[in-house]
């Protein structure tokens, strides 16, 4: 779709410097701008850029003046990065902009679909479903039995919603993530064999839930794996059965949560954690990457290291680390000073 700087302006409440009627279809980088795209200027580190740009249009704060002369028609608004983001949600908003029922694919009888649904080719939606208002299930997703999934919630083509699961509205599940796979429940017996233990709960998602490309969230052995309210989940994230996770906190990619942990609420965890089972971790938790959790954590702690240790301590003991040959060989050379005096 193409809009002018005319419309782009009213969009975003600004005013046109230059020609109002040009138009755009693209966004671009300010430095790697071309003729028909729409970039924008925020960090005063890239202000030469401006003045080569190819974009048609850029957005810049109110109190920009040009310097020398300009080929780039101005949107001026009052903060440049925040109208930019406004505009990326709007064309996300019109790219998403999908409805009705494509074929082929499989709806039950028994299920419940609501207003302005989008159900997308070779899909699967089991029994007894209930999908709310403004529901988009893209192509090659499949919605287990039971499944209830709230309002204007979004399931990205191959996105899996395994049976009696509860997604919430305004949610968003990747390409890829599965939500509701069995949890790695097996028991051994006098043979050193392992038998299946059936995982009978489910998995719940609260409001606003993000969940990324191939990210994994097993159900419930006996009651649920609960994702609380504004939680973001990474890529290739693995939760375990009856993990719980507090409510708007964040964890980067290729971390792993074992079986029946609790997180808390406005906690930030770095991309490859790795956290065992059966612990609890406070709220507003920071954990850096590739830290590996083995105990429970406090209410603020901050950790780095595997096992991990207090932020401070890490940085301290890492500093006698980097000079660790040099400190054995201080060491060795004082032996040898005493040996000598004895």
């Known amino acids: 779709m193409k809009f002018t700087a005319e419309q782009i302006a009213g969009i975003l409440e600004g005013t046109v410097v230059g020609n109002p ?22 960090n005063p580190k890239y202000k030469s850029f401006i003045y080569t740009t190819k974009s048609s249009i850029t957005i810049v704060n109110s109190d920009f003046e040009p310097e020398e002369d300009l080929s780039t028609t101005l949107i001026k608004v009052d903060d440049a990065y925040g109208a930019f983001t406004k505009l990326l949600e709007y064309y996300n908003q019109i790219k998403l902009n999908k409805s009705g029922i494509e074929q082929p694919s499989f709806i039950s009888d028994s299920a419940k679909i609501g207003e302005d649904i989008y159900i997308g080719a070779f899909t699967y939606i089991g029994d007894n479903v209930t999908l709310g208002k403004n529901v988009k299930i893209f192509p090659n997703s499949y919605i287990g039995d039971n499944v209830t999934i709230g309002d204007n919630t979004i399931v990205f083509s191959g996105g899996k919603v395994y049976s009696d699961c509860i997604i919430g509205n305004n949610c968003v599940i990747n390409s890829g993530a599965i939500i509701g796979a069995d949890g790695f429940g097996f028991a051994p017996n006098e043979k050193g064999e392992y038998s299946k233990v059936p995982q009978i709960g489910n998995v719940i998602l609260e409001d606003f839930v993000d969940i990324g490309a191939g990210t994994t969230i097993d159900r419930a052995t006996l009651g649920s794996t609960i994702i609380r309210r504004g939680v973001k989940l990474d890529n290739q994230i693995q939760i375990a059965h009856n993990v719980e996770i507090g409510k708007n906190t964040v964890i980067a990619a290729q971390t792993g949560v074992a079986g029946s942990t609790k997180i808390g609420e406005n906690c930030q965890i770095g991309g490859q954690v790795g956290i ?50 040099k400190i054995v060989k201080n060491i060795n050379e004082i032996e040898k000073k005493v040996d000598g005096n004895n």
């Open 21 to 42: 009627n040009i138009e755009v279809s693209k966004l671009a980088k300010i430095e790697e701008g071309t003729e028909g795209s729409l970039t924008f200027l925020a």
């Open 276 to 325: 065992v089972g059966h612990i609890s971790i406070g709220n507003n938790v920071k954990i850096q990457a590739q830290s590996g959790i083995g105990r429970h954590v406090k209410d603020n702690e901050v950790l780095q290291g595997s096992p991990a240790l207090p932020y401070g301590d890490f940085n301290k003991s890492y500093v006698y680390f980097k000079n660790l040959p």
